[in-house]
């Protein structure tokens, strides 16, 4: 089947714009997590989605970053006002609850 | 704070040899630790992965070894190939609260040469 998919696969913006990455989970998947994943560093968490629970976003490393998930499926990360210190590529897991977590391909950002 | 410390941060190992990572981690709260291997361009897939109740757990080539008391934990690929040429993370997931977040290492980026 379909794993996660995430648009765009590359996004090259200016400093300053506001930036919309994608994520589509695997169906039926409950929870859905984003992460950031810098050059020579591990992934970093950056929030979390469970059912209708509220988000954990306990990862959000200031105030322009923003998601949220509509339906309890697809998921958008925002970034306002973007930095050339957010330059990075943006993973998209999902997972059925208390599972294993499948990634997406990730979108890899440029802040010029 | 970085609770998950991952070395070597590269290695090259001859074809038909052993491949070895090591992590270490602070939280004793982590009861879920997993290894992510992941190819250029592609987003990390679960290689394997061992709960704190068995200190070792073995699939075909992949071993994860655990020492609880130490807090470390370490991936061995037995008979390394050119395929398992790639960057690998360790993980570990505290499942308190159903808070599923993994928390990372900075990888290893694995080169096998023949």
Redesign the interface.
Known sequence: GAG?SQSPSNKVTEKGKDVELRCDPISGHT?L?W?RQSL??????LI?F?GN?AP?KS?LPSDRFSAERTGGSVSTLTIQRTQQEDSAVY?C?S?PQ?A???????TRLTVL | QQQ?K?SPQSLIVQKGGISIINCAYENTAFDYF?W?QQFP??????LI?IRPDVSEKKEGRFTISFNKSAKQFSLHIMDSQPGDSATY?C?AKA?NF??????????TRLTIIP
């Open positions: 996660v929870a997590y992460y020579g560093q591990g992934l970093e968490f979390y469970q629970s954990d990862g993973l897991a997972s208390l294993e977590q499948f990634f997406g391909p990730g | 998950v991952q997993p992510y361009g592609k987003g990390p897939a679960l992965a993370f993980a499942s159903g808070n599923e977040k993994l928390t990372f290492g900075t990888g």
